[in-house]
């Protein structure tokens, strides 16, 4: 399971699909509404291009992974 949390906030977002686009592990797809959605988790590897290429600043990766010290 992807540690990989991907926010899309909707009030931003004018689903132009960049996003899904550029993801390169398609694991972003249109929801029934046509916004964009993380449909494929596992696949999320973190690199921050939905984010990176969001036009309206709609999108914010992060990862969960905690840090052992």
């Not at 984010?51 to 990766?61: G, K, L, S, T």
Request: glycine share 8%; with cysteine.
């Amino acid at each position: 399971m992807s540690n990989n949390r991907v926010d899309i906030y909707q009030g931003w977002c004018k689903k132009c699909g960049i996003c899904i686009a550029f993801c390169p592990e398609h694991a972003l797809e249109e929801d029934n509404e046509g916004f964009p959605k993380l449909s494929n988790p596992e696949k999320c590897t973190g690199c921050g291009w939905c984010e990176i290429r969001c036009p309206d600043f709609a999108i914010v990766v992060s990862n969960n992974e905690k840090t052992e010290k």
